[in-house]
């Protein structure tokens, strides 16, 4: 019965790699998103996608591409990952813009 | 700039006790939302209570409510008769306009309740 799930919960990797983040809602929502939490917790927008359409594209290198194959899924891919890209990232999803946001469990990635 | 702000980084409160965090904002736009979301160290984030610019009366879910003092661009959250498993990172965000997507949060307060 999970509303917003991620796979994986765990991501350790190589620099330089390429990986890609998963993320399903089984909600009926019409919007995903996409946060980073960093090593002092704070959390910041990446992406906003609104009926498979892109909505917010903060200040987040281009290495980052978001794809949304429908509205229930929202996976982040990542090329040549960097040290500073280690940290916990949230999908999270609401039904619109004017209401809470449901957040996944997050997926903690360390670059080594 | 930044636009909310939680100047308490840990906060310490007797089980039983009441507790409030605090939390600012800035926004110039008068449509705006103002929530809650708990994060204990399993690491999911929780949603609590949502607070709409326009809305009348103070929210209020279960054990929590948002004081909201639209002068003094405050909403603090209240939380009553703490127990162990309200030890988490609280963290308010803030979602300006009518037509905005986007949460911005604040740095965090880490409440810790004491048996």
């Known amino acids: 019965d999970t509303a917003v799930s991620q796979t994986p919960k765990y991501l350790v990797t190589q620099m330089g790699n390429d990986k890609s983040i998963k993320c399903e809602q089984n909600?009926?929502?019409?919007?995903m998103y996409w946060y980073k939490q960093d090593s002092k917790k704070f959390l910041k927008i990446m992406f906003s996608?609104?009926?498979?359409?892109?909505?917010i594209n903060e200040t987040v290198p281009n290495r980052f591409s978001p794809k949304s194959p429908d509205k229930a899924h929202l996976n982040l891919h990542i090329n040549s990952l960097e040290l500073g890209d280690s940290a916990v990232y949230f999908c999270?999803?609401?039904?619109?813009?004017?209401?809470?946001?449901?957040f996944g469990p997050g997926t903690r990635l360390t670059v080594l | 700039a930044q636009k909310i702000t939680q100047t308490q980084p840990g906060m310490f409160v007797q089980e039983k006790e009441a507790v409030t965090l605090d939390c600012t904002y800035d926004t110039s736009d008068p449509s705006y939302g103002l929530f809650w979301y708990k994060q204990p160290s399993s690491g999911e984030m929780i949603f609590l209570i949502y607070q709409g610019s326009y809305d009348q009366q103070n929210a209020t879910e279960g054990r929590y409510s948002l004081n909201f003092q639209k002068a003094r661009k405050s909403a603090n959250l209240v939380i009553s008769a703490s127990q162990l498993g309200d030890s988490a990172m609280y963290f308010c965000?803030?979602?300006?306009?009518?037509?905005?997507?986007?949460?911005?949060f604040g740095k965090g307060t880490k409440l810790s309740v004491i048996p």
């Open positions: 965000a803030m979602r300006i306009g009518a037509g905005s997507y986007q949460l911005t």
């Open positions: 999270a999803s609401s039904p619109t813009r004017r209401n809470e946001q449901f």
């Open positions: 996608y609104n009926n498979k359409e892109l909505i």
């Open positions: 909600l009926g929502h019409d919007t």
